[in-house]
């Protein structure tokens, strides 16, 4: 038989004033944990005592995904710095949940070669050591922790620097540490990736977290991704980790997220 996945969703979408109170709504629904969001100004550290009050309650956190203003590849040295600083702090988070990891992009929202002015201020040479300095200080972080550090391919109109799995695999090989993995997105896959279930097998050996969400960035079964392939995939790499839902929805919560594990579990 094969390994079954554990069906994440994220917190942001859950009704409720406490995690547990957003854990019997996902329970309800047929989700076997939450993925937390590690927002910015060291948010996640300042929650740990309700989050350890959550574990103690039986809320399972594998994840966090990070939603900061700046991240580990910014041009500014400062805020890169800083970005690093903040996820080393969600990292150290992670690990006192007993969780896996944290998710971050190399940049968001920070330039697009496919808009005005099309090159960016630094050269692909220059981006690519920013990249491997500044994942090899998490790397070294997660790997003290036990946890680990998940580098997420965006696509082009949201990042110019890690659009694919091969490009975080290239990066991932130069740092050279077990703790740096790729966390793979299928809905960046299916505008980046010309065959994501190819892509996905050949970056398998790297995969340490997967995020789910459809062609449209709605919830899975509501665009044209096939799901069927994807499962097929996940199965044939061996990734037994989490599937985390990142998406928007369709309709409301409490109509369209039940339906999603259900679809994942068919498949998986």
């Known amino acids: 038989m094969s390994p079954i996945n554990a069906v994440c969703v994220q917190e942001q979408v859950l009704k409720g004033d406490t995690l547990e109170e957003k854990w019997d709504l996902a329970q309800s629904w047929g989700y076997d944990g939450i993925e937390l969001r590690g927002q910015g100004e060291r948010a996640l550290s300042a929650r740990l ?3 350890q009050r959550a574990l103690r309650a039986g809320v399972h956190m594998p994840t966090v995904c990070v939603e900061m203003s700046h991240f580990i590849g910014a041009f500014d040295d400062d805020l890169r710095r800083d970005a690093v600083a903040q996820m080393s702090d969600q990292l150290r988070v992670v690990a006192a949940l007993g969780g896996r990891g944290a998710m ?14 099309f090159e960016p201020p630094r050269t692909p040479e220059q981006d690519t050591q920013v990249l491997v300095d500044s994942l090899g200080a998490l790397g070294r972080v997660a790997e003290q922790e036990g946890v680990s550090v998940y580098l997420e391919p965006l696509n082009r109109y949201e990042d110019h620097m890690v659009n694919t799995l091969a490009d975080a695999a290239r990066l991932i090989r130069l740092i050279g540490l077990d703790s740096v993995r790729i966390g793979a ?3 960046h896959m299916n505008i980046e990736e010309a065959d994501p279930a190819a892509a996905l097998m050949h970056a398998g050996p790297l995969i340490g977290h997967v995020q789910a969400s459809d062609s449209n960035r709605l919830e899975p079964g509501a665009g044209h991704i096939d799901w069927a392939l994807f499962g097929a995939t996940v199965q044939a790499i061996g990734y037994t980790g989490p599937i985390a839902i990142e998406s928007r929805l369709s309709g409301p919560a409490d109509a369209v997220l039940p339906a999603v594990p259900v679809l994942l579990r068919r498949y998986l």
Do not use: C, E, I, N
């Open 49 to 51: 005592p309700d989050l």
């Open 104 to 117: 971050t992009p190399a940049s968001w929202g920070m330039f697009s070669r496919r808009l005005p002015p």
């Open 185 to 187: 997105d299928t809905y």
